[in-house]
């Protein structure tokens, strides 16, 4: 019996000295990749931190739902209208806005009328109070405080912009216009969704609400920045509309 267990002690001990002398080489072989003859090392690239914080807020905004619902809905509902105007839209209604006369009034206040609706949807106004309890991630990342600002109203242009676009190219077939009409459907929109990202930026950076403990209430719940957002921009498009309509 002795004789059996020294046998295996020395088979042991063997094994353990064949390892030990070949280890290197097998764990070299193990966790190492072998490279084709074809391999040719790339370019790398690194994201700007400016990129990096705007795919971050892109991916919060997609994310929460709420957030996204409130930004999103008015511009979406432009975008039916839009497309209602040019398949469904009853000559009737044409021919009782000429019967009116106001078909040209109405065609001079569109861009307003879009811009209205453009000043509903901001994403800044509450994308700050959004970082509730992690604000203190943002403060430490080592970037100026202009750089996230900017990456969060890039954020709102992306959500308004290409559906505003496309909104505006429907409403152009379904309503004529003029070449001066039609330049100022596109600007006039366009320098408001502008307008009201940054507006809405300044008055969270002013407003801002860090103890929400439901999304809701950054976003919708008494909000003080969405709510002075909101109102802002619907006097300063809603007035030129006024104007427009009762002083031709």
């Not at 990749?33 to 991916?59: D, I, Q």
């Not at 009853?90 to 000429?98: K, T």
């Not at 106001?102 to 994403?123: A, H, K, N, Y």
């Amino acid at each position: 019996m002795a004789y059996l267990y020294l046998v295996h002690f020395l088979i042991l001990l063997a094994f353990v000295a064949v390892v030990s002398y070949f280890y290197k080489q097998l764990n070299t072989r193990a966790f190492s990749h072998h490279a084709g003859k074809n391999f040719h090392l790339g370019e790398l690239t690194v994201s700007s931190p400016f990129m990096a914080l705007y795919k971050r807020e892109l991916a919060r905004f997609f994310s929460c739902t709420i957030y996204a619902l409130n930004s999103c809905i008015v511009i979406i509902l432009l975008l039916v209208i839009s497309i209602m105007s040019v398949f469904y839209l009853p000559d009737v209604i044409m021919e009782q806005l000429e019967a009116l006369g106001i078909m040209s009034v109405f065609e001079t206040v569109i861009p307003l009328v879009v811009s209205v609706l453009v000043c509903i949807c901001c994403t800044t106004s509450a994308s700050l109070s959004l970082e509730g309890k992690s604000r203190w991630i943002m403060c430490s990342v080592p970037v100026k405080t202009i750089t996230i600002f900017k990456a969060k109203i890039l954020v709102n242009l992306t959500v308004i912009l290409p559906i505003l676009w496309i909104s505006l190219i429907l409403l152009r077939f379904a309503f004529p216009q003029t070449t001066i009409q039609t330049v100022f459907l596109f600007i006039t929109p366009t320098i408001y969704a502008l307008f009201i990202s940054i507006i809405g930026m300044l008055l969270n950076v002013k407003y801002p609400r860090y103890d929400w403990t439901s999304e809701y209430y950054a976003v919708k719940g008494g909000a003080v920045s969405v709510l002075a957002t909101v109102g802002v921009g619907l006097v300063l498009s809603a007035v030129p509309v006024y104007l427009c309509y009762f002083f031709p």
